[in-house]
């Protein structure tokens, strides 16, 4: 049997972000520990009460979280919750009202060769949106792009 995995590692420092990195790991390790009180009280109307009985909390973050003096480290060798994560840098970029940007990247790999086994994707987030891209989606657009003919648009 093949295991799937999403691995994850990044760094967001400091020096790098208008908003404080405190606030995203009060959040993060609320969530990573299934209790809304111990969220900072101006996050409590971003998020459900009931982590545990909202769908979107489901698995719950699935990453560790470092906090280290200059920076905040996020990894995972399973199966993060990406977009749990995202919401979270979000709200703090939010509330904060930044002007910065924060971006990373994620891959996908198996235990076995599999033909679907393995990709990634990344997310740039802002205040006021997330872009996510997919390996898979990415590479899909481009083969559907490609021209379909035989001289693939040789002169």
């Known amino acids: ?3 799937y995995y999403t691995e994850l590692s990044v760094e967001i420092f400091q020096k790098d972000v208008d908003f404080p990195l405190d606030d995203l790991y009060a ?8 209790d809304f009180n111990k969220l900072p009280e101006v996050y409590k109307n971003t998020f459900p009460e009931n982590f545990d009985n909202d769908d979107y909390f489901e698995g719950m973050l699935g990453i560790k979280v470092i906090n280290n003096p200059d920076s905040l480290w996020l990894y995972s060798d399973g199966s993060p919750n990406i977009e749990l994560i995202v919401n979270a840098v979000q709200a703090v970029m939010r509330e904060h009202k930044s002007k910065c940007s924060v971006g990373f990247e994620w891959g996908y790999t198996c235990s076995k060769p599999r033909t679907d086994g393995f990709g990634g994707g990344a997310v740039f987030i802002t ?3 997330q872009d996510w891209l997919s390996t898979q989606g990415w590479l899909a657009g481009k083969r ?3 021209p379909k003919t035989k001289d693939h648009g040789e002169k």
């Open 127 to 129: 205040r006021d949106s």
């Open 1 to 3: 049997m093949a295991d």
């Open 27 to 34: 959040i993060l390790t609320a969530m990573d520990e299934n």
């Open 144 to 146: 559907q792009d490609f």
